[in-house]
């Protein structure tokens, strides 16, 4: 079975623009996170969405905005990018159930100029 | 607030050591707890797991974790390492309240020496 895909895998911005970050979870699975993770820190999480429905949001500006599709598979969009936007983004899935991990994809590395 | 705390950000060992990564955690309520490893230019991967029962959890791949309530840890052990175990791992916990979400430690680089 496929793992948690993610695409692109590498993308150059530069200041001010707009990217969109794209996800598919694994088979069956309804739940998707987003982590940021910048260099030399561990994940940071930016949102989970279930059944299309935004669960959960951490501390990010409104700059970032995510939605998730009825097939499950979901975008992340950051707006207005800053030099410290420049992280690799992780997406994670999970089938439901609170006590279920998550499964991870091998991210998108974002970087900007 | 949950928090990780994973002391070490390097370890290094030779091959065929025994090694113990640590990880302390705080929480007002009961956790879940994961081991993640992230090997070079990938994501994370699941290493094990503690949900509920046995306090002693082990992986596949040699690895094992014990959850210690009163001392708030989860560390990290294998009797042997291995050159692929050459990586970064990193602690977490999980807290429900509508939804899941991970906090991460900062992570422990591994680097195992021939």
């Known amino acids: 079975d496929a793992g948690v895909t993610q695409s692109p895998t590498h993308l150059i911005k530069t200041r001010g623009q707009h990217v969109t970050l794209r996800c598919s979870p694994i088979s069956g699975h309804k739940s998707v996170s987003w982590y940021q993770q910048v260099l030399g820190q561990g994940p940071q999480f930016i949102f989970q969405?279930?059944?299309?429905?935004?669960?959960g949001r951490g501390n990010f500006p409104d700059r970032f905005s995510a939605r998730q599709f009825p097939n499950y598979s979901s975008e992340l969009n950051v707006n207005a990018l800053l030099l410290g936007d420049s992280a690799l983004y992780l997406c994670a899935s999970s089938s439901t159930g609170s006590n279920q991990p998550q499964h991870f994809g091998d991210g998108t590395r974002l970087s900007i100029l | 607030a949950q928090s990780v705390t994973q002391l070490d950000s390097q370890v290094p060992v030779f091959e065929e050591a025994p090694v113990e990564l640590r990880c302390n955690y705080s929480?007002?309520?009961?956790?879940?707890l994961f081991w993640y490893v992230q090997y070079p230019n990938q994501g994370l991967q699941l290493l094990l797991k503690?949900?509920?029962?046995?306090?002693l959890v082990e992986s596949i791949n040699g690895f094992e974790a014990e959850f210690n309530k009163s001392q708030t840890s989860f560390h990290l052990r294998k009797p042997s390492v291995h050159i692929s175990d050459t990586a970064e791992y990193f602690c977490a916990v999980s807290l429900y309240t509508g939804f899941q979400k991970l906090v991460f430690g900062t992570g422990t680089r591994l680097l195992v020496s021939p």
């Open positions: 969405y279930y059944e299309k429905e935004e669960r």
């Open positions: 929480s007002s309520v009961s956790v879940y």
């Open positions: 503690y949900l509920s029962g046995s306090t």
